[in-house]
Each structure stands twice: as structure tokens, then as C-alpha cells.
């Protein structure tokens, strides 16, 4: 009894999380069409006053005009280009620093290794943004790739305490020893056994860190220190809608809408992806 | 009969605490030992040092000669070829001495091709694929071919412990380190795998350290023991001579607990 009922909770959890996966996976999806869409085609020239100004969303715009007069949709669309750009750049930067680190800690002797976890925990203990504020603002000025390298350095430090605290647990195992004991380096021993083995909850932190820093784009991009005017960025278009919330809300909310389903669909794919990755939650063939 | 494995004055310490102290004994080849004590005796440690791998923190002193080399102090590089060649070891929890991402016989894979490598034969995929199912069929498990495509979650302790002893028996070691391997293992299981560790090791005329703190399972699997007491040896000798005329008070109070065990287990309905 107890074990049908386990094997039909397990399966409905399951059904839930491919569908989750499934949601996030179409949001996303869609998104990456639109930003690639974006590089060939756009309904309108981006920087064209191709309407009135500060339209409501009608046939021939759909999500409205700015106060410039330029399409909405089409600087959406653009936005969700950057984004994506920008959220896999800082992801990648921040992964190659983070694992890279993280693993020389998990190895390292004592003393290294509390001094990189010393020097991990007082970075983490800035918020990411203003982290990623202190390095656009020292940096030659701002652009969407100063934007990208800050964010990835930004995070990478959370990633390095991650790889670090799931190395050294596998490193704990047996089968490392085991491992060792037939002659394996160290260097086949991370290749073969530590970065399998950590890789299921890296990606999970790795997608969200993508949504965070599509998060942290857009309050860069807000507060001036991101991709400069002609980038039509969503945080830029959020911080231009400001001036004129009350009178044409669409403006803002159009923007909000696009960041908001962009990071939820990264949630959702990050929830499936651990099931993918990790084949003892696999479904049995 | 050359030892292959040499302890001498072995001392293990950590931030000033002794754990280990004055450890002698030697292992000649194709010989069963068993190393025998309570829990926190430093039966474990010792085995650690004698191949080199001891936890970040403790440090080894006196001599261990492993295969005519010394061990102590030595760097991890040399001792890496010497790992595997000489020596191989099974743990005493099944399900952490396999890696829970890789296929039973990707893992055995794993070892048979270090193993080819060093030896400098063919690693091509279908001499190693056959190198494997043979190994997990000398290991007694069923149907070799749909093990080496399981994850370890999917089979059995018992499975996965004879799993473990084929990624140790794929090496080809001259000596098989034994950490205590039955002991997260029912009974049934335990004969089994003490059965199949002795025709191994008989087989294959490798030598044996058995580690444990089951008497009757020592007994059974070893040709001689070394009792260890907080990390010290407090009796050595042929294994009937100790289980039968124990000279340690130690000792005695071991053989005798078991024994009473026993009697108690026969008394009971």
C-alpha cells in the first residue's frame, strides 16, 4: 500500500516539474526567437519615429509608443536580445571564475582555503548589484559589455562557494579514495568524478544566476551605468516610462511584463533542469 | 616470501594527539591479515597511511614500505603509480564507493582502461566492454550485461559491494585492502561476500589486509591477525592461536564477548 502510493506521489511530482520545465522551457524559447528575430527583422526601425507620441497599445503598435514616438514592441524585442546576451555572457564569466576558484579552494591546503572562503563570504556580503555598480563606476565607462563582465564577476562569487562546499563533499566519498587508490590524478579525479558530480546543482544555480543577472542588467541599465541610449535595454525603457507613468502606465508595464515572464521562464526551466541532469531523479525506463 | 607491504614504527598524529603509535606488522604475498579492534582503534588510519592517503590534517610518522617503496613522506605523484599496481582497496559503505553519476560499467571501464594503459595493452571500447562483464561475472553478479548499464541506486547493497570489489579486482593488485566490507551488509549478504572475497584473493593469489571489528568474520577470512587498541598493537599472531589461547587481557574480553554472543544467540528460542 504505502508503496503504491509513494511511486503516485513521486510520479505527480514529476508530472509537475516536466510541466514546469515544459512552461519554462516555451517562455524562454520564445524570448531566444524573438531576440534572434530581432538581429534580421523588426515591425518597425528602432530608432524611427514611426508613430505619435506615447500611443496606447493599438493594432498598429501593439505594446504603444514611447514618448519619443519609437515602437514599444519593437524596443522590447530589442531588449530581449540584450538580456539574453547579457545573461549568458555574465553566466559564462561568472561560471569559468567560479568553478575555477571554487575547485582551487575545495584542493587548496588549510590556510588558502580559508583565506578564499574568508574573501568568497565578504564579497557575497555585497548585494550583487551594487558589487556590479562599484565595477561599471571604475571601470573606462559604461557599456553593455562593461555591464556583462561586472555582472559575471558579481556572481561568480556565489558560484565559487557553491563549487567549493559540493566539491569538497564529493571529495569526502569513498569512491574518490577508491578512486585514487587505482591511480587516478588528481586533474582525472575533478574530470571524472568532482564535475559530474556537482554539475546537476551547479546548472540549477547557474540558470537562476542567469535570471539574476537579467535582473541586474535591467537595474544597471535604470540607473544609467548599463548599455548606453541607442540599446534599447528593458531597464532603460523602464527608466524612460518613469517621467510619464502616470499619464501612459503602458510604457512601463510593458517592459516590466517582458523582464518578469523572462526570469519566471528561467525559474521554471531551472526547476526541470536538475531532473535532467541528475540521473538518480531520472524518470526508469 | 618478499613482504609486500612493510609497517614499521608507524605513528599517526593529529594537531598534537596521537591517534597511531608504534605500528608494526608486514604483509607477505598471497597472505590474508586481519587488522581487528573497536571502533576508533585506528584499524582505518592505518590503512590510509600504508597507501599514502591519509585525511588533510594528520600526519604519518615511521616507515611504510608498500611494494619496496617508501610511502611515508613521499610525494602524492610518486605514490600514484604505485596505487592500483600494488594495492587496491574496498570501503566498508557500498554506496559511497560508488560515484552515484556513472554507470556500473563505465566505472569498472574506468579502472580496467588505467589498468590496460599502464600495462601498455589494447584499450579499444570492445576489449575493455569484455574486460568488464568478465569481471562482474567473476564477481558473481547476475546478468552481467544489464549491471554494467545500471546506476548504482538501481541494484542492490550486496550489488554494489560486489560491484566495488570488481573496480578493485580490474587494478589487478597484488595486495586487496578489505575496509571493514561486510559490515553495512546483512547476513546473508556478509557470507556472501566474505565467500567470494576468500576465492578471490585464493584465485588470484593476491595478498589480504581484512579490517574489522567482527571476530567470527575475521576469523573466517584471514590466516593471521593484529589486534589494535587506542592505536596500539596489543597482541599479533596466527589467527587460531589468538582466538583460542588469547594472551591479552584485551583480547581475552573480545573473544569472550563474542562468545557470549554466540551463547546467547543459541539460548534464545
Given at each position: 500500500m504505502t508503496d503504491t502510493s509513494l511511486i503516485v506521489a513521486s510520479s505527480e511530482g514529476r508530472t509537475r516539474r516536466s510541466w514546469a520545465f515544459t512552461a519554462g522551457a516555451v517562455i524562454v524559447g520564445l524570448h531566444l526567437i524573438i531576440g534572434l528575430l530581432t538581429l534580421v527583422w523588426t515591425p518597425?526601425?528602432?530608432?524611427?519615429?514611426?508613430?505619435?507620441?506615447?500611443?496606447?497599445?493599438?493594432?498598429?503598435h501593439w505594446a504603444g509608443t514611447d514618448r519619443l514616438g519609437r515602437d514599444l514592441f519593437t524596443l522590447i524585442m530589442i531588449g530581449s536580445r540584450i538580456a539574453l546576451v547579457v545573461g549568458t555572457g555574465a553566466v559564462i564569466i561568472g561560471a569559468a571564475i567560479g568553478i575555477t576558484i571554487g575547485l582551487i579552494a575545495a584542493f587548496a591546503s588549510k590556510t588558502l582555503d580559508d583565506v578564499l572562503a574568508a574573501g568568497l563570504d565578504i564579497l557575497i556580503a555585497f548585494p550583487t548589484l551594487l558589487l556590479a555598480m562599484l565595477i561599471v563606476a571604475s571601470s573606462d565607462g559604461a557599456s553593455l559589455w562593461t555591464a556583462i563582465v561586472a555582472i559575471g564577476i558579481a556572481n561568480s562569487a556565489i558560484v565559487a562557494r557553491l563549487t567549493r562546499i559540493l566539491a569538497k563533499r564529493v571529495l569526502r566519498m569513498d569512491y574518490i579514495t577508491a578512486s585514487r587508490i587505482s591511480g587516478t590524478s588528481w586533474l582525472g579525479v575533478v574530470a571524472i568524478h568532482i564535475l559530474p558530480n556537482i554539475w546537476p546543482t551547479l546548472l540549477v544555480n547557474l540558470a537562476l544566476q542567469f535570471g539574476l543577472a537579467v535582473i541586474a542588467e535591467a537595474s544597471l541599465s535604470y540607473l544609467g551605468l548599463g548599455a548606453p541610449p541607442p540599446n534599447a535595454s528593458w531597464g532603460r525603457l523602464l527608466q524612460e516610462a518613469q517621467g510619464t507613468v502616470y499619464t501612459a502606465p503602458f510604457g512601463a508595464i510593458a517592459p516590466g511584463i517582458a523582464l518578469v515572464l523572462l526570469v519566471i521562464g528561467i525559474n521554471l526551466l531551472a526547476d526541470g533542469l536538475r531532473d535532467i541532469a541528475d540521473p538518480t531523479r531520472r524518470r526508469r525506463r | 616470501m618478499s613482504s609486500l607491504l612493510s609497517i614499521e614504527g608507524l605513528s599517526i598524529e593529529a594537531g598534537g594527539q596521537t591517534?597511531?603509535?608504534d605500528v608494526s606488522f608486514s604483509v607477505a604475498s598471497g597472505e590474508r591479515l586481519g587488522l581487528i579492534g573497536e571502533s576508533g582503534s585506528g584499524k582505518s588510519l592505518t590503512a590510509l597511511a600504508a597507501i599514502g592517503?591519509?585525511?588533510?590534517g594528520l600526519r604519518a610518522g615511521g616507515s611504510v614500505l608498500l611494494g619496496g617503496r617508501?610511502?611515508?613522506?613521499?610525494r602524492d605523484r610518486d605514490l600514484v603509480p604505485l596505487r592500483g599496481t600494488t594495492v587496491a582497496t574496498v570501503f566498508q559503505e557500498p554506496l559511497t564507493a560508488l560515484d552515484p553519476l556513472m554507470k556500473i560499467g563505465r566505472q569498472v571501464a574506468e579502472a580496467v582502461r588505467r589498468r590496460t594503459r599502464r600495462d601498455g595493452q589494447p584499450s579499444d571500447e570492445r576489449t575493455v566492454t569484455r574486460a568488464v562483464l568478465d569481471l562482474l561475472d567473476q564477481v558473481a553478479l547476475p546478468q552481467p550485461e544489464r549491471i554494467a548499464k545500471s546506476?548504482?541506486?538501481?541494484?542492490?547493497g550486496g550489488q554494489r559491494q560486489r560491484a566495488a570489489i570488481a573496480m578493485a579486482l580490474a587494478c589487478r593488485p597484488e595486495l586487496l585492502i578489505a575496509d571493514?566490507?561486510?559490515?553495512?551488509?546483512?547476513v546473508t549478504t556478509q557470507a556472501e561476500i566474505l565467500d567470494l572475497l576468500g576465492r578471490l584473493v585464493r584465485e588470484r593469489n593476491m595478498a589480504l589486509l581484512f579490517i574489522s571489528h567482527d571476530l567470527p568474520v575475521v576469523a573466517n577470512a584471514v590466516d593471521r591477525v593484529v589486534v589494535l587498541r587506542h592505536g596500539r598493537i596489543v597482541e599479533q599472531g596466527p589467527v587460531g592461536t589468538v582466538f583460542q589461547q588469547p594472551s591479552h587481557d584485551y583480547t581475552q574480553s573480545l573473544v569472550a564477548a563474542a562468545r557470549s554472543f554466540d551463547n546467547a544467540l543459541e539460548i534464545a528460542p
Open positions: 518597425y526601425d528602432p530608432a524611427a519615429m514611426s508613430g505619435g507620441r506615447l500611443e496606447t497599445p493599438s493594432f498598429a | 591517534l597511531v603509535s592517503l591519509l585525511p588533510e617508501q610511502v611515508v613522506g613521499a546506476w548504482p541506486h538501481e541494484i542492490s571493514e566490507p561486510t559490515t553495512a551488509l546483512d
